[in-house]
T-cell receptor, first 112, second 114 residues
Framework: GESVGLHLPTLSVQEGDNSIINCAYS??????FIWYKQESGKGPQFIID?????DKRQGQRVTVLLNKTVKHLSLQIAATQPGDSAVYFC???????????FGKGTMLLVSP | KAGVTQTPRYLIKTRGQQVTLSCSPI?????VSWYQQTPGQGLQFLFE???????NKGNFPGRFSGRQFSNSRSEMNVSTLELGDSALYLC?????????????FGPGTRLTVL
C-alpha cells in the first residue's frame, strides 16, 4: 500500500504490550478531540473521541486522556496486537471555527 | 450501512489538466469535507459542504473547488494541475457538522500528476 507519511515518529512495541501514543495540541480553544487510525492504503478510521468537559474516556481496549492544562492528548491501547500496526492521528477542533486540524501522526509498529 | 465511497480510487494526470473527484457520504450524513494528504504536509483541510453550500474553506488556492448536490454527494475539482497536487484526497462525512460530529472517511483517491 501507499505510504501514509515519511519520517513519522515511530513507536515499536511487542504484541501484548500496552501502547501509549501522545499528541500535543496548540489551540487552547479546542473543545473536541478525536483519534484516528490509518492503515496503509486506507482512509483514516475513527477510534475514539473526547470532549473538553471530560479528561478520560474508555473504549474497547483504548483509552483517551485529555490534559487541558498542558494541552496534551494521549491514546492508550491495551494488549496491543499486530493488527493495531498503523499510523495514528490526533485531531482537534474548536467548534466555533468548524475545522478539524490533524496532527502529523505517529506510526505504531507491533511485532509478534 | 455503507461507508463513504470515493471514485475513482486512482488517477494519473499531467500538468495543466483538470480533474474531478467524487464522494458519496454515508446515508443520512449531510456534511461532507475534503482533505489533502501528503507525506510532507500530512492531512490538510480543503473545504466542508453542508446543504449544497460551502461552509468552510482551508488555505488552498482557487484552483481547488468543490460542490455538493441535493443528495449530499460531493465533487471536488482541481484545475491546472501542478506536480505538487499529487496526493491522497480524502472525503469525510458527518451527520451535520465536521466540527461537532464524528467524521467518517472514505478510502481516498490517489492522484498522481506527471
Amino acid at each position: 500500500g501507499e505510504s501514509v507519511g515519511l519520517h513519522l515518529p515511530t513507536l515499536s512495541v511487542q504484541e501484548g504490550d500496552n501502547s501509549i501514543i501522545n499528541c500535543a495540541y496548540s489551540n487552547s480553544a479546542s473543545d473536541y478531540f478525536i483519534w484516528y487510525k490509518q492503515e496503509s492504503g486506507k482512509g483514516p478510521q475513527f477510534i475514539i473521541d473526547i470532549r473538553s468537559n471530560m479528561d478520560k474516556r474508555q473504549g474497547q481496549r483504548v483509552t483517551v486522556l485529555l490534559n487541558k492544562t498542558v494541552k496534551h492528548l494521549s491514546l492508550q491501547i491495551a494488549a496491543t496486537q499486530p493488527g493495531d500496526s498503523a499510523v495514528y492521528f490526533c485531531a482537534e477542533t474548536d467548534s466555533g471555527y468548524s475545522t478539524l486540524t490533524f496532527g502529523k501522526g505517529t506510526m505504531l509498529l507491533v511485532s509478534p | 450501512k455503507a461507508g463513504v465511497t470515493q471514485t475513482p480510487r486512482y488517477l494519473i494526470k499531467t500538468r495543466g489538466q483538470q480533474v474531478t473527484l467524487s464522494c458519496s457520504p454515508i446515508s443520512g450524513h449531510r456534511s461532507v469535507s475534503w482533505y489533502q494528504q501528503t507525506p510532507g504536509q500530512g492531512l490538510q483541510f480543503l473545504f466542508e459542504y453542508f446543504s449544497e453550500t460551502q461552509r468552510n474553506k482551508g488555505n488552498f488556492p482557487g484552483r481547488f473547488s468543490g460542490r455538493q448536490f441535493s443528495n449530499s454527494r460531493s465533487e471536488m475539482n482541481v484545475s491546472t494541475l501542478e506536480l505538487g497536487d499529487s496526493a491522497l484526497y480524502l472525503c469525510a462525512s458527518s451527520l451535520e457538522s465536521a466540527s461537532t460530529d464524528t467524521q467518517y472517511f472514505g478510502p481516498g483517491t490517489r492522484l498522481t500528476v506527471l
